[in-house]
């Protein structure tokens, strides 16, 4: 599998199944390092090669990424990497360092391997939808097929030792991506936020830490990797994030009853701008589709094609969209580039059955 | 003519005409005060319904107000007081003084008499486009049949004397509404007007002065009324709007020129707000609707309806939307159903040859 027949296929996870309306994803990473090395901050650069030249060799006798993917990071340009950055492919600090890292992707995009991002490895699961537990399968099947060729550090004190401590333990990072317009035009994600950090629970936009939520998509994942199981993590976040739907469709369902007009209101204007706006930004963009996302899951809205506002919420970020015109395009390019290919999609979007 | 008839009938100069796409309309107005009265915030009660009686028996014998709508003002709702001045048929101290006043109105909406202004008489007549000397010269004709009746203060040193000086002299105040979309989107707006002050022209929002120019509609005016001829007055205002206009048309092109897409942009979204929006503010519709307006001056959008947007441009303002309802509507009812109103004239509107 080439990087363009990677990129061709429209990011399966958001994309292809018939993904949960406010569950989007979820995800499993595990943080995982070679025993008998330093961690990649302090490896010296033949180290890292050394690690690097070793897990390829493993990922090519692992079928899941013989049939996939497999890469030295620095020979993907600076815009690929922004583009598998933009699919969650890869993390921002594997896309910006360039330096002895390798990345290997399965066919499905469902199982990603980084290697010398922060940790020597760092090992991804996405699944569409809420499903936790079927990803911490997977990551399982993964993360043992990968134990067979490569010696993990660990200590029978501290579990797996990882670069950052937080991150020691299990090395467990489990997270939901959630679209959440409901509550953010009620104004109640921030009270939502706090309430998850108390419980050791952190809330962030769909590119990580620091990443604004643009287009209301949240991700929801646990801070604390020591000293509790797998299970537990996994088990408590998925309930919290029953808890979160139920309350995104209660929002939902209050916008209906006590601003219908205003909510409506939000709805049309939106897709009135994507269908016939000539500049849009790639935040504006994300923002308006993610109303007319909430539009076509209330019946307000209804189009032919499926999946074509998830699919364009992917396309509209910088990267894809170069990748689209098959150029480099500098801002102002891309706003105009951007407003052409929404206006076009949604060129079929109607009114739907309640509006 | 009652009332109802007189409302019901569109604001001929607006809309009945092939209004200039420019030049929308040209006014001309006369302050004149009766002789042996003090003027009107310096009389008596008394003396102010005297002159009112007189006035009004004068109209009944004037077929052009006789065959029109004649009132004392506090014979006229609030609300209906409200709708004539949104309609240009009433000034805004007019409007909000009831006392003693009187109003007449030609069928055709094009003459008008305010009784007990600021003056004794305020005589109006208003043109389609850029047409001052036909305005003038019917208000030559108006001037001179009220004559016969009334007897004017009239010095042979300061010409028609006013209750305030700046209206001293000719008592004239000529002026053109101007539609300047173009001007404005270019932000040349501002550097205009400071020039036009300079000439001793005033320019303002429709609504006179201290409005705002809702709609990109603008006002331009003689402030001088004394010292020179009325001929030179109208003169010089008609030459200066013929190169505003000039102006316009050439900021038009320029933005076609240097800005296509960001022209595009800002009609198309204005088209797709109007058509689905569910909540629509006083301001932003006659906004939006400018900016359609422009849209079908340069071939960008079509419609059916030949002037519905003009149409708008009066119907969304608050006193013409709840006469339209029938009933009186608070702020947030006024907004749900001048959207309403918008998207159900707008259904018709399309994209046009250039877009």
Redesign the interface.
Known sequence: MTLQELIDHPCAWFVDHACGEVAISSRIRLARNVAGYPFPSRAEPVQLREIRHNVLRTLSQLDLFDQGWVSETDEVSARDRMLLFERSLMSREHMENEESGAIGVSRDEQDVVMVNEEDHLRLQVVRPGLSLESAWEEMQTLDASMEEHVDYAFSSKYGYLTCCPSNTGTGLRAGVMLHLPGLALLDEVRPVMRGLAKMGLAVRGPGGEGSDADGFLYQVSNQVTLGRSEQDIIGELHQVVDELVTHEYNARLRLEEVRP??L??KV??A?????????LSSKEALDLLAMVRLGLAMDLLAVEEEHVVERLMIEVRPAHLQKLAGKELNPGERD?FR?LRVRSKLAELRKGPKL
Chains 1, 2 share one sequence.
């Open positions: 007009n205003g409506r209101d049309g204007r897709a009135g701008i994507l269908q016939n706006a000539w500049e105009r407003a």
